[in-house]
Each structure stands twice: as structure tokens, then as C-alpha cells.
């Protein structure tokens, strides 16, 4: 894939009310590792490199609603997460803390949410 001149995608940023918590979640549950800590911002990296996953704090943080309603607030974005086998990938997450969405589109993914409220996707790799 070719990347467009002096641009590279490094990070993507999430919102939460506690950027410890969800980046502690998401640390261990990627098994990656803290490269930034600030006390409303907190950097994660792949040992290999690649996109890092930021958390920031919003003081008005309203948990997102998925699949959300008319009136819900929204999710803004997910995460594909590919993963070997879905059960252990599962278990590992609702051990951390996530819980397994009601409403599951596909049988080779589950949705999960995360600490925070924010859906994200574990996938069975082909």
C-alpha cells in the first residue's frame, strides 16, 4: 500500500474519563506497551511499531450507545482487532474488563465494548 506524500497516519486517538483506565484496558489487552504518559494522555505502541493507540481524557465524556438509537450518542469510530481464536480473544477481553455487545452482525466477529462504552471488533483471521 503506498503512502501519500508526506503524510503518515502515527496514531489514533480515543476520548474516555479516565485515560488510565482504558489505556491500561487496551495495554494489556493488545499486549502493548505505554511509549507516553501525561496525566490526560496516554501513548501506546506495538513493540513492532506501526499506528499507536492514544487516550485522552474528555471531561464531558458521554459513553457512545451501539448500535445506538435515535437520540443515543453515537460512536464515533471502532477498532478491528484480528485476532487467532475468537473464543480465547473474547475471554481475554471480558476478563479485562469489556463485555460482549447484545447485538453481534456477523459470526466471525464479536463486538465488544470496551471500558469506556466504545464498540470494537475482534475478528477471526483467515
Not at 493488545?30 to 506501526?50: M, T
Not at 435515535?70 to 481475554?92: C, F, N, T, W, Y
Request: glycine share 8%; with cysteine; net charge negative.
Amino acid at each position: 500500500m503506498a503512502e501519500a506524500r508526506g503524510l503518515t497516519l502515527t496514531t489514533v486517538n480515543i476520548s474516555a474519563s479516565d485515560p488510565g483506565v482504558l489505556a491500561r484496558f487496551y495495554q494489556q489487552l493488545l499486549d502493548w506497551e505505554i511509549k507516553a504518559e501525561e496525566p490526560d494522555w496516554i501513548l501506546l505502541k506495538a513493540a513492532d511499531g506501526g499506528v499507536g493507540l492514544a487516550v485522552q481524557r474528555e471531561e464531558n465524556y458521554i459513553r457512545p450507545r451501539w448500535p445506538a438509537g435515535p437520540s443515543d450518542q453515537q460512536m464515533m469510530m471502532h477498532l478491528e482487532i484480528r485476532v487467532d481464536d475468537l473464543e480465547r480473544a473474547g475471554a481475554k477481553a471480558a476478563a479485562l474488563g469489556a463485555t460482549l455487545a447484545d447485538h453481534q452482525p456477523q459470526e466471525d466477529v464479536r463486538v465488544y465494548i470496551d471500558p469506556a462504552g466504545h464498540p470494537f471488533c475482534l475478528w477471526l483471521a483467515d
